[in-house]
């Protein structure tokens, strides 16, 4: 049989449901010590002594420069200059943000630590901080880097702006809008936490370790090969955990100081602060269209935040990463997109579900929506109009998109929306004193990540497989998807596969997750293993067949010889291969999303009644993860809609610095999540026709449910809302155009 596309129950639950998945903070160290953090209260300030009570263990900046230690490196490229100011491990002369590691303090509990970290005293001497990235780069803002002047990190352009100009000139109508993508966190469940094992083996949290390894090599001056980093079970990462932080780098050199193990563990205060956040994107957004509605055109000039300090990822998000993005799923012929890098007094922003593609769908979906409010067109046709209807596609930002059904999947979402019933929803919510509102809207994903993927089959003495692999899972149920796929590949059932991931010393290279790449850049590198492994055992099946190797077949699990006789593969333990590749190639999960919404004028409380997703994921594995997936980012996409936004006030100070503060979505907030995986568009660049499918909901979800939303506040001539929509904007908002509507009369 097949298991490819079977609904198998995830074989990592059972440990997890039980209590017996294994986590950092389970990790039992006897001996260990513990490391806390003195952290900037200051926004921006200039660093002065730092004294601390003799009995207590600190280390400073100075000690690190002593020992060879730099800064967290930004490997970014982006096609054109980046002024890189990265993320010194300990602040230099100067702090840049609220909750920047000032010192690090060592003792022999959390506890102790914790106190010695509040004993220690720093002498600030406070600087004048900006925290919005427009007003870093006007003339007369506070200064960051000297590297950078006007605070501007790089000035990214890519498309056909004299095309687009031209566009524009013979345009019939023009829509503009201002979007602002406000910061979110990436709040995982478990915050992070790693152990110095020893002063060269880390173990934390992450999700790509073989960057990882790179990154902090390069910061302590050592040689890769010198440094292992294992990561265990790992409770979300959502890209907050890609990277390393100033704490892992912390915790080996104080581990080489002690000459024993010390560990670390975030709490949810220092994560909201310290880590980095997403999103950040802020955009003047211009859509020409003709008489007919067809797109022309696509400007787009925008600011992206970095914070304080480039992250590894953090200037490509808005840029490289967005740029194959921009425009989503819709055939415009023309297209030019400039995006300002800002350095402010504020967290750095790194990579987040999606990482830049949710962004640039919003800003061409809410372009789509308020164009169609401005010329009285049905909003559904307008999109139908305009999708990308035949592949392959090359978008006028030079994306070669390979396939697609962009037209069927609005189809789809259009029917289940059912718009002609919407004014007896209308009038029955109406009777209510509550407004409601449809929305219904595309996204298109360019699935790929870090480029090529290496794994290795072995066969084990018990006579299981193991699949060693450079991914890695952080909840996506990768033990049963590629034991799924290794299964198909070998013949054997899936129970007869275990996965080994997240160790340097055991896995040869890898690019970790992230950009929704482990099925699309795994699953192929895994293929291409089966069939070596399958090879390799040739030479010696035939011997023990006592037949000619080119004379055997291999099927379901076994090797055949024209006698007759059969060898089971699982018999020649010690039998391995490996495979490695270095596709550089997208997948483009796609689709269309259904939201529906009851406001209350009065208090200006959104519910959000329906929510129904069209998934185009190409060939599915196992549709309940893929399912779970989509809802997980789904969830996400609504709390950013909804209710996520990292604040901060005029001075830097962090005003949603906890879960009392930053709000979440709960079960409450949520209506079921039905989730269609449409069939018949398999990806057409890997041979398993899969496509990444983990960012997909968090990318279609913002537009579908701000749709929805300005739809019921049209009657009142609410034209524009940025997310969060929150009681206390949308109620803002109401009000306001009732004044703009009494002073207009």
């Known amino acids: 049989m097949s298991w490819i596309g079977a609904p198998l129950r995830r074989f990592e639950d059972r440990r997890f449901l039980t209590g017996e998945g294994r986590f950092v903070a389970d990790v039992e160290v006897p001996g260990a010590a513990w490391l806390a953090v003195v952290r900037s209260p200051h926004a921006h300030a200039r660093l002065g002594a730092i004294t601390a009570p003799a009995a207590v263990r600190l280390i400073t900046a100075a000690d690190l420069a002593a020992a060879g230690i730099g800064r967290l490196p930004c490997p970014a490229e982006i096609g054109v200059p980046i002024a890189r100011a990265e993320r010194p491990v300990l602040a230099q002369g100067v702090v840049r943000h609220v909750g920047e590691p000032v010192a690090f303090v060592l003792a022999d ?64 109508h023009i829509t503009r809008l201002s979007i602002a993508n406000r910061r979110v966190s990436a709040a995982p469940i478990e915050p992070r936490a790693a152990i110095a094992l020893s002063p060269t083996h880390l173990l934390c949290n992450g999700q790509a370790v073989h960057g990882m390894r790179r990154q902090i090599a390069r910061c302590m001056g050592i040689e890769e090969a010198a440094l292992r980093i294992e990561v265990p079970d790992v409770g979300g990462g959502f890209g907050l955990k890609n990277i390393p932080f100033p704490e892992h780098i912390g915790l080996l050199f104080a581990a080489r100081l002690l000459g024993r193990p010390v560990r670390w563990v975030s709490d949810q205060a220092e994560d909201f602060a310290a880590s980095c956040h997403g999103r950040g994107l802020h955009a003047l957004a211009e859509l020409a269209l003709d008489a007919e509605g067809r797109f022309l055109a696509l400007r787009i000039a925008a600011v992206a935040e970095l914070g304080a300090y480039a992250s590894p990822h953090g200037p490509a998000c808005p840029t490289q990463a967005a740029g194959t993005a921009y425009g989503g799923g819709y055939a415009i012929p023309a297209i030019h997109v400039q995006v300002r890098g800002a350095y402010t007094n504020t967290a750095p922003i790194e990579a987040y579900r999606g990482a830049g593609k949710p962004e640039a769908n919003f800003i061409i979906e809410m372009l789509v929506e308020a164009a169609a409010r401005q010329c009285g067109l049905d909003p559904a046709a307008l999109r139908a109009r305009n999708l990308v209807a035949a592949h392959p596609h090359t978008t006028a930002m030079g994306m070669a998109i390979a396939d697609g059904a962009f037209p069927r999947n609005l189809a789809a979402a259009e029917a289940a929306a059912d718009r002609p019933g919407l004014p007896a929803r209308r009038a029955e919510s109406a009777a209510r004193g509550r407004l409601r509102g449809l929305g219904v809207a595309c996204y298109l994903e360019t699935a790929r990540g870090a480029f090529g993927e290496w794994a290795r089959l072995t066969v084990k003495p018990d006579g299981r497989v193991e ?107 010690g039998l391995s291969a490996s495979a490695a590749h270095e596709s550089a190639l997208c997948t483009f999960p796609h689709g269309a999303h259904v939201a529906e919404v009851e406001v209350d004028p009065e208090t200006g409380e959104v519910t959000l009644l329906r929510y129904l997703a069209f998934d185009d994921a190409g060939v599915v594995v196992n549709p309940l993860l893929a399912a779970g997936q989509i809802q997980g980012g789904v969830a996400q996409g609504i709390g950013q809609a909804l209710m996520e936004a990292i604040a901060y006030d005029g001075e830097g100070q962090l005003l949603s610095a906890g879960l009392m503060d930053y709000a979440l979505p709960r079960a409450a907030d949520l209506p079921d999540l039905p989730v269609v995986l449409l069939p018949g568009c398999p990806a057409s660049v890997n041979p398993l026709g899969v496509k990444g499918v983990g960012q997909a909901g968090a990318i279609a979800a913002p537009q579908a449910v701000m749709a929805a939303v300005l739809d019921a506040l049209a009657g009142l001539g609410v034209t524009w809302l940025d997310m969060p929509a929150t009681p206390q904007r949308v109620w803002e908002a109401i009000r306001s155009a009732r004044r703009a509507g009494t002073a207009g009369r």
């Open 467 to 573: 699949i060693a692999i450079g991914t890695h899972s952080n909840g996506q149920g990768h033990e049963t998807a590629f034991a799924q796929i290794a299964a198909d590949q070998l013949g054997l059932p899936p129970e007869a596969f275990l996965l080994v991931q997240g160790d340097t010393a055991r896995i040869e290279r890898g690019g970790g997750h992230g950009g929704a790449r482990s099925l699309h850049q795994g699953g192929r590198a895994l293929v291409e293993a089966a069939a070596a492994l399958i090879e390799a055992g040739r030479a010696e099946a035939a011997r023990l067949l006592q037949a000619d190797p080119a004379a055997l077949r291999y099927s379901e699990g076994r090797y055949l010889a024209p006698s007759g006789a059969s060898l089971p593969v699982a018999s020649l333990a």
């Open 109 to 172: 509990s959390p506890a102790a630590a914790r106190d010695a970290a509040e004993a220690v005293a720093v002498e600030y001497a406070p600087l004048p901080a900006v925290t919005d990235p427009w007003a870093a780069l006007a003339p007369g803002a506070p200064q960051l880097h000297e590297q950078a002047p006007g605070n501007l990190a790089f000035d990214w352009q890519k498309g056909d702006a004299l095309a687009v100009e031209q566009a524009f000139a013979r345009a019939a």
